[in-house]
């Protein structure tokens, strides 16, 4: 009899197997996420500098601008922020134009597993939606910021694809040092030191 089951499931380095397509809370390690995150390069790697700008770095980025623009958030609406693109750590950073044009079933897939990651960490599992809505502005604006410094984008051509920044409450002085790309343990390391720092507000 032929063999119909196929292995769906993700190795971590802890040890772990998250299984992809039913992620389980139990699966889900801290240390793997930021390990992942590091290691996954926005905009496919087309950034300038001498290291990838990460998934992990750009989640911190998002984290500090919600934290800017949103004075009254909570810690758990930062820590909604900071792992708004975890499932990325097992299915990577595939840049918007092409998952529309994927289509099929990716975005559940996607759902399911930072659904797995928010129960993980104590937070229910579906975001409420003006949050979302929150950190979906906070993401176009870090967008906005990686496209122009990082990504070869006109100020113009990233206002038309993200939306114009509002900068009020965000400090450019500590700017440059988010958007400069850090070596990959950096990465990990302070992605790990923001969720520890919040997670014990909580």
């Given at each position: 009899?032929a063999?119909?089951?196929?292995?769906?499931?993700?190795?971590m380095?802890?040890?772990?197997?998250?299984?992809?397509?039913n992620?389980s809370?139990?699966?889900?390690?801290?240390?793997?996420?930021a390990?992942?995150?590091?290691r996954?390069?926005?905009?496919?790697?087309?950034?300038?500098?001498?290291?990838?700008?990460?998934?992990?770095?750009?989640?911190?980025?998002?984290?500090e601008?919600?934290?800017?623009?949103?004075?009254?958030?909570?810690?758990?609406?930062?820590?909604?922020?900071?792992?708004?693109?975890?499932?990325?750590?097992?299915?990577?950073?595939?840049?918007?134009?092409?998952?529309?044009?994927?289509?099929?079933?990716?975005?559940?897939?996607?759902?399911?597993?930072?659904?797995?990651?928010?129960?993980?960490?104590?937070?229910?599992?579906?975001?409420?939606?003006?949050?979302?809505?929150?950190?979906?502005?906070?993401?176009?604006?870090?967008?906005?910021?990686?496209?122009?410094?990082?990504?070869?984008?006109e100020?113009?051509?990233?206002?038309?694809?993200?939306?114009?920044?509002?900068?009020?409450?965000?400090?450019?002085?500590?700017?440059?040092?988010?958007?400069?790309?850090?070596?990959?343990?950096?990465?990990?390391?302070?992605?790990?030191?923001?969720?520890?720092?919040?997670a014990?507000?909580?």
């Amino acid at each position: 009899m032929a063999q119909t089951n196929k292995r769906a499931w993700q190795r971590m380095l802890s040890g772990r197997r998250l299984d992809l397509l039913n992620p389980s809370p139990l699966d889900v390690e801290l240390l793997d996420i930021a390990h992942g995150l590091a290691r996954v390069s926005r905009w496919n790697g087309q950034t300038i500098g001498d290291y990838p700008f990460s998934v992990a770095q750009h989640s911190i980025l998002v984290f500090e601008v919600l934290k800017a623009t949103m004075p009254d958030a909570k810690p758990s609406d930062l820590l909604y922020a900071l792992l708004h693109d975890g499932a990325e750590y097992v299915m990577g950073d595939i840049i918007s134009p092409f998952k529309a044009a994927m289509g099929g079933n990716y975005r559940e897939i996607e759902d399911r597993i930072l659904e797995a990651i928010h129960l993980r960490f104590s937070l229910p599992p579906g975001r409420p939606a003006k949050l979302t809505r929150s950190i979906k502005k906070a993401d176009k604006h870090a967008a906005f910021f990686e496209a122009v410094n990082l990504a070869g984008f006109e100020v113009d051509e990233a206002i038309r694809l993200f939306g114009e920044p509002d900068l009020a409450g965000f400090d450019l002085a500590g700017f440059e040092r988010l958007i400069r790309p850090w070596p990959t343990r950096e990465a990990n390391e302070r992605f790990v030191e923001v969720f520890n720092q919040t997670a014990d507000r909580l």
